[in-house]
């Protein structure tokens, strides 16, 4: 066995432990200053000059900073050991005492919104004022969708036990699943990497014990379902957002228009990427209709290597190190100090995140490494996360927000230089062949069937203004969308049909999903300029980019590499990348006549 004796992260550099004292001196020193903040301020916004706004300001920003550390901790803490009660019970308090102690900053966004815009203007014409001009610009975004003091204060409060506890009712509940598959247990992370077995009676008999046990959960999971879509209707409609996925575009500062447009853009590629993809597919395990659960199907002639670690960080790192001497340095960092937590383990949450602490401090990576392809591309993924946090230190903790949208573009591109890293390196052989295959799936899993996600999200969320949905109802919509995206070809049968249920997603950032296609398309299109070789000092302005896109918007982002995104063609650009892959596995196909 290569992989023992994995990197975990040390969270000392936060805290020492849940028991050190500094965290309650921490929490109560942020319960003064929210305290102090409102009484020296509320009601005074109008009546201060620039210099005083920016000093308060300063002041605000230095303290959420120190924040963003104790709530970092707690989730950290006890992500990695989800069966702890302790852990988890730490984690629940913290959040509960934040969100008390910071309701006198409620007025803050309100009072900012009730002044007129000479005023605003009169403040950003001071220089100290002007770095703060994205967040100003994205509170009055929010203007017209805001309630009264009073009212802020209960929804804030309340979320702690509405969406909140929805939320984490739900993620308690997945991480204590339990699977069996020949007799042998797994926890969620372990259970997928069967999936990715070449034995497809594995792969088969796992998918049918993930499905069952999402069966046995389905009273569960489809009633938290509901309070969660219920629990968002009745907000947006207080806020006066017309549609379920408006107020998320809003926090992306996306027009509902755009989003419509990527959503359709990929839907009218179906059948010419996911489709023509999965018939190949199909061929290739020699059988008329492949499995649902052979979407990911690693093929037969395909060889079955196992990375250690160290191998898997140097692939990464030097594709990162060609790409970018830069980028390759700040990526460095991860691996010389233990920001990262790798082996998966009972009680740890599946997948793979960044989770940044706070603007200005290193972010954490979490991974459940076994040592498979896609685990490769999964490190370049979300060392990808952490690059683009490292190039934002210098925009401050209140300009600094995670725009879906643009969260996804480091961590794709990242994935994309190292698969053509790998790529480059081989001949036209059934490795090539295997290995681009893998990678179109992943994208397809990314761009296709996000946006199947995305619509399955949208008509739950319509058909919930009329009543709870049902299970079944919600196995019928999910059977729809992914039959409609993955084509004649893959079987969407029964044992698939209580799988909607394990998009995390869909509870915890309701139309997240979306945001993976968007980044994908953008991403390819970022990529065939960089292959063009139009662009001068293209790793340069990329990089630049990044530490923007929280503080830009994407047509002046895009503008130096002559991509316009209000263009209709945009998208079009991006899933062509897709479809010439799909042409280069034809080709291969032929020539090595398989």
């Not at 394990?502 to 296609?517: C, E, I, K, R, T």
Request: with cysteine.
């Amino acid at each position: 066995m290569k992989n023992k004796n994995l990197p975990a992260w040390d969270l000392s550099d936060l805290y020492k432990g849940i028991d050190d004292p500094k965290i309650n001196t921490d929490l109560e020193k942020y319960g003064r200053f929210c305290k102090n903040f409102a009484r020296k301020y509320k009601g005074q916004l109008n009546k201060m000059s620039a210099a005083e706004i920016a000093k308060a300001l300063q002041d605000y920003e230095k303290e959420i900073s120190s924040v963003g550390k104790i709530s970092g901790f707690a989730y950290l803490n006890m992500i990695t050991q989800m069966k702890n009660q302790k852990a988890v019970a730490f984690y629940q308090s913290i959040s509960e005492k934040l969100t008390d102690y910071g309701k006198p900053m409620v007025f803050l966004s309100l009072e900012i919104n009730s002044l007129p815009d000479k005023k605003i203007s009169e403040w950003l014409k001071d220089k100290k004022v002007s770095f703060y001009r994205p967040w100003l610009e994205r509170v009055r975004r929010f203007k017209k969708y805001e309630l009264s003091e009073p009212v802020e204060e209960v929804l804030l409060e309340k979320s702690i036990t509405s969406s909140s506890a929805w939320v984490r009712l739900y993620e308690e509940t997945s991480s204590k699943l339990v699977y069996t598959v020949n007799g042998k247990n797994y926890n969620d992370a372990e259970i997928s990497k069967l999936l990715l077995d070449k034995d497809s009676n594995l792969r088969h008999a796992a998918g049918k014990e993930i499905n069952r046990v999402a069966k046995e959960n389905a009273d569960l999971f489809t009633f938290i379902y509901n309070m969660i879509i219920k629990d968002k209707a009745i907000e947006d409609e207080k806020r006066g957002f017309k549609a379920p996925v408006s107020s998320r575009n809003m926090s992306e500062n996306v027009s509902d228009k755009t989003v419509d447009a990527l959503a359709e853009s990929v839907r009218a590629n179906y059948a010419n990427i996911a489709h023509r993809f999965y018939k190949l597919k199909a061929k290739w395990l020699k059988t008329k209709k492949i499995s649902y659960w052979d979407r990911n199907a690693p093929l037969s002639f395909s060889k079955d290597i196992e990375y250690s670690w160290d191998e898997t960080v140097k692939l990464v790192l030097d594709a990162y190190k060609q790409f970018s001497p830069k980028l390759y340095n700040i990526a460095q960092d991860f691996f010389t100090h233990n920001w990262i937590d790798v082996p998966p383990r009972d009680g740890k949450r599946s997948g793979a995140f960044c989770a940044p602490v706070n603007a200005k401090d290193h972010p954490y990576l979490m991974l459940n490494f076994t040592g498979k392809q896609n685990d490769v591309l999964t490190l370049a993924h979300e060392l990808g996360h952490g690059c683009h946090h490292q190039t934002r230190t210098q925009n401050g903790e209140l300009n600094e927000y995670s725009r879906m949208t643009t969260e996804e573009v480091a961590s794709v591109f990242g994935e994309m230089i190292t698969f053509q890293s790998m790529v480059k390196k081989m001949p036209d052989n059934e490795q090539k062949l295997a290995l681009i295959a893998s990678k179109v799936s992943d994208m397809i899993n990314t761009a296709i069937r996000q946006i199947a996600f995305h619509f399955f999200e949208t008509r739950a969320h319509e058909e919930r203004h009329k009543g709870e949905l049902s299970t079944d109802r919600l196995n019928q919509i999910w059977q729809e969308e992914m039959r409609s995206s993955l084509g004649k070809y893959v079987d969407v049968g029964d044992d698939s049909a209580y799988i909607w249920s394990q998009v995390g997603h869909f509870f915890f950032l309701p139309f997240y999903v979306y945001a993976y296609s968007f980044a994908d398309c953008l991403v390819n299109s970022l990529y065939q300029v960089s292959q063009e070789g139009k662009i001068k000092d293209f790793p340069d302005k990329y990089i630049e980019m990044l530490s923007k896109t929280a503080v830009t918007d994407y047509k002046v982002l895009l503008s130096p590499f002559g991509l316009n995104p209000e263009k209709p063609d945009f998208w079009n650009k991006g899933l062509e990348l897709i479809s010439s892959y799909i042409d280069e596995l034809e080709r291969l196909d032929k020539k090595l006549k398989l």
